[in-house]
């Protein structure tokens, strides 16, 4: 089969294709796609460049030439001996969370939990751009704040970077959930994010949000430090003071910090920088938050793409050959929505 790989980490001139690999192996558990699109997520461009080398190395090590992606839609092939809800020819989306079955390639390997029927209603390219961006903010909520989605009607919440493939989906989501949402963005994304449902849609190069806003429940927060200095006391200005407020932040200090300082150091200066911040912004709960698979996460988001209550906002599609200028055109940071790959060479 063919696949775009990395041989090692670097820039966006690392990717080769590779027309002479195996099929990936079958376990019985899993399911073979042909992968007929996929997507890129800032995650992709953090491992390619050797983000969570200090924990993941030796693992790593043993699938380079390393295929990335999470994100698929495509046919089912073949399924393992224990699969019994797929059979060969079904169209199926989801997103993988194995780093040896990534969905830059002709086919790929996905446990069963991570698979369900794609909407019929959605082309390949346009599912292929929701099931991480989604899920992600299905983890944050449900997984890591501890919420269900009926404790979010009729709050208030501020989405910090609403414009890209996570900001995007998750505005729709939580004004399903019944919520006021306001979010930031540039002033060509302003538009955009009315049509999706935002309330108050604040350019962050014209106003400080925390002028503008003020009582907030909950702040999602997709920047974190690395964009905005001091983000999290900036967020958790415009929430209410209590404890049922929720900061979540998608941008997990753990990893960085294991990387720069290695394992023996990095885990209790990570652990220590946690509580402190926790202890900081009492009584609003501060949560980090990091993407998990949710079987019924995924059958959530089959049934409100089915309904046309998630659409999928795509920024543009490449193809598999040009992952390098995908990879450059996430890396710019101001996307507006997803950057879809077509897997078909
Ligand atoms: N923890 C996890 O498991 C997890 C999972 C998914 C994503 N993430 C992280 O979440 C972040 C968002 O992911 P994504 O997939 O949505 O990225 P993306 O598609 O690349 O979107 C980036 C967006 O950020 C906006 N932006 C840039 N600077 C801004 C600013 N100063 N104020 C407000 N908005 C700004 C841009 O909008 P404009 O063009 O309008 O500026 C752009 O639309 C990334 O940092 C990613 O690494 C974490």
Same mark, same amino acid.
């Given at each position: 089969?063919? +696949?775009?790989?990395?041989?090692?980490? @670097?820039?966006?001139?690392?990717?080769?294709?590779?027309?002479?690999?195996?099929?990936?192996?079958?376990?019985?558990?899993?399911?073979?796609?042909?992968?007929?699109? %996929?997507?890129?997520?800032?995650?992709? !461009?953090?491992? &390619?460049?050797?983000?969570?080398?200090?924990?993941?190395?030796?693992?790593?090590?043993?699938?380079?030439?390393?295929?990335?992606?999470?994100?698929?839609?495509?046919?089912?092939?073949?399924?393992?001996?224990?699969?019994?809800?797929?059979?060969? @020819?079904?169209?199926?989306?989801?997103?993988?969370?194995?780093?040896?079955?990534?969905?830059?390639?002709?086919?790929?390997?996905?446990?069963?939990?991570?698979?369900?029927?794609?909407?019929?209603?959605?082309?390949?390219?346009?599912? +292929?751009?929701?099931?991480?961006?989604?899920?992600?903010?299905?983890?944050?909520?449900?997984?890591?704040?501890?919420? &269900?989605?009926?404790? !979010?009607?009729?709050?208030?919440?501020?989405?910090?970077?609403?414009?890209?493939?996570?900001?995007?989906? +998750?505005?729709?989501?939580?004004?399903?959930?019944?919520?006021?949402?306001?979010?930031?963005?540039?002033?060509?994304?302003?538009?955009?994010?009315?049509?999706?449902?935002?309330?108050?849609?604040?350019?962050?190069?014209?106003?400080?949000?925390?002028? =503008?806003?003020?009582?907030?429940?909950?702040?999602?927060?997709?920047?974190?430090?690395?964009?905005?200095?001091?983000?999290?006391?900036?967020?958790?200005?415009?929430?209410?003071?209590?404890?049922?407020?929720?900061?979540?932040?998608?941008?997990?200090?753990?990893?960085?910090?294991?990387?720069?300082?290695? !394992?023996? /150091?990095?885990?209790?200066?990570?652990? /220590?920088?946690?509580?402190?911040?926790?202890?900081?912004? &009492?009584?609003?709960?501060?949560?980090?938050?990091?993407? &998990?698979?949710?079987?019924? @996460? !995924?059958?959530?988001?089959?049934?409100? %793409?089915?309904?046309?209550? =998630?659409?999928? =906002?795509?920024?543009?599609?490449?193809?598999?050959?040009?992952?390098?200028?995908?990879?450059?055109?996430?890396?710019?940071?101001? @996307?507006?929505?997803?950057?879809? =790959?077509?897997?078909?060479?």
């Amino acid at each position: 089969m063919y +696949a775009v790989v990395i041989k090692d980490y @670097g820039d966006e001139s690392s990717f080769e294709i590779d027309e002479t690999l195996p099929l990936p192996e079958l376990k019985s558990n899993q399911v073979l796609v042909k992968i007929t699109a %996929s997507s890129v997520n800032p995650i992709d !461009l953090m491992k &390619r460049q050797g983000y969570g080398r200090s924990i993941f190395e030796k693992q790593r090590r043993k699938i380079f030439p390393w295929i990335l992606g999470s994100d698929f839609s495509g046919h089912v092939i073949n399924v393992g001996q224990k699969v019994t809800r797929f059979k060969e @020819g079904d169209e199926v989306w989801g997103c993988t969370s194995k780093a040896s079955s990534g969905t830059y390639a002709e086919y790929a390997a996905i446990d069963q939990e991570e698979v369900s029927i794609k909407p019929k209603n959605l082309t390949f390219e346009e599912a +292929a751009s929701l099931p991480y961006v989604f899920l992600t903010t299905w983890s944050a909520i449900i997984r890591w704040a501890g919420l &269900r989605p009926q404790d !979010l009607n009729g709050q208030k919440i501020f989405i910090q970077g609403g414009a890209g493939g996570v900001g995007t989906a +998750a505005i729709q989501l939580f004004k399903y959930w019944g919520c006021e949402v306001s979010a930031t963005c540039s002033a060509k994304n302003v538009n955009l994010l009315q049509s999706l449902g935002a309330t108050k849609v604040i350019n962050y190069h014209n106003e400080a949000f925390q002028d =503008i806003l003020e009582d907030q429940d909950l702040v999602y927060d997709l920047l974190g430090d690395s964009v905005l200095e001091d983000s999290i006391v900036a967020c958790c200005e415009v929430l209410k003071n209590n404890s049922s407020s929720h900061y979540i932040s998608l941008t997990h200090p753990l990893i960085n910090t294991l990387d720069d300082k290695g !394992l023996l /150091f990095g885990a209790p200066h990570a652990f /220590f920088l946690r509580q402190k911040i926790k202890s900081a912004h &009492r009584p609003i709960n501060v949560h980090w938050s990091i993407y &998990r698979p949710s079987l019924s @996460g !995924l059958q959530e988001l089959t049934h409100l %793409s089915e309904e046309e209550i =998630i659409k999928p =906002i795509i920024d543009s599609i490449y193809p598999l050959s040009d992952i390098s200028q995908a990879h450059k055109k996430v890396a710019t940071g101001h @996307g507006s929505g997803k950057v879809v =790959i077509n897997n078909i060479l």
